[in-house]
């Protein structure tokens, strides 16, 4: 069975560029997570879908961050304009809906650079 | 406001030698307590979980962790340490009515010498 896929794993880009991160979850998974990993920190939640609903996006900054998960399966992150603080690491994570065990199965990240 | 507190930030064990790190969080309610393993360049990959029960959990390649909440614990152990061990583990804490959103801590790095 196929992983969390997520893509590009690396990116480099000038601050005010835009950039966008694809994330594509283990097939069944209704849940959906965007998290953020800064260096030598806990990933943190950015958004959570249940299917195609964002349910919990209160951390999202919302001023230059945007996601959507058309048809409650692929998922893209997008960030306009990049600031230099948003070199980080963008895992996205999925999970069995309500009733599961907990468990949520990460992709192996998107490594964003601003300079 | 839940909290997960990981003091170590790095810890440099024998290989052979057991290993012991500590977690402690904060949550008003049953907590439910879960183990990640991350490995360089890699995602976040589950060790053990913590939902009720029996306290000491075990988890896979040898990991086991005891939930006390007398001490607002959930310390993961292993016996004796592969070189292979050697990643960045980090405790969470698990919150709302799926369990589905996490508290991550920030992490313990973990170096195994030959």
């Known amino acids: 069975e196929a992983g969390v896929v997520q893509s590009p794993r690396y990116k480099i880009i000038e601050k005010k560029q835009p950039v966008a991160f694809w994330c594509n979850p283990i097939?069944?998974?209704?849940?959906l997570y965007w998290y953020l990993q800064n260096l030598g920190q806990g990933p943190e939640l950015l958004i959570r879908y249940e299917n195609e609903e964002a349910v919990d996006d209160s951390q999202l900054p919302k001023d230059r961050f945007s996601a959507e998960r058309l048809k409650g399966v692929d998922s893209t992150l997008k960030i306009q304009p990049a600031e230099l603080g948003d070199s980080a690491v963008y895992l996205c994570?999925?999970?069995?809906?309500?009733?599961?065990?907990?468990?949520?199965?990460f992709g192996e990240g998107s490594r964003l650079t601003v300079l | 406001a839940q909290s997960v507190t990981q003091p170590d930030i790095h810890i440099t064990v024998s290989e052979g030698a057991s290993l012991e790190l500590r977690c402690n969080y904060s949550y008003g309610a049953t907590p439910y307590l879960f183990w990640y393993v991350q490995s360089p360049g890699q995602g976040l990959q589950l060790l053990l979980k913590y939902f009720s029960g029996d306290t000491l959990v075990q988890g896979i390649k040898g990991f086991e962790a005891e939930f006390k909440r007398s001490q607002s614990s959930f310390n993961l152990r292993k016996p004796s340490v592969h070189w292979s061990d050697a990643a960045e583990y980090f405790c969470?804490?698990?919150?709302?009515?799926?369990?589905?959103?996490?508290?991550f801590g920030k992490g313990t790095k973990l170096s195994v010498k030959p």
């Open positions: 969470a804490v698990g919150y709302g009515g799926s369990q589905g959103n996490l508290i």
């Open positions: 994570a999925s999970s069995l809906g309500r009733v599961n065990t907990g468990e949520l199965f």
């Open positions: 097939s069944g998974h209704n849940t």
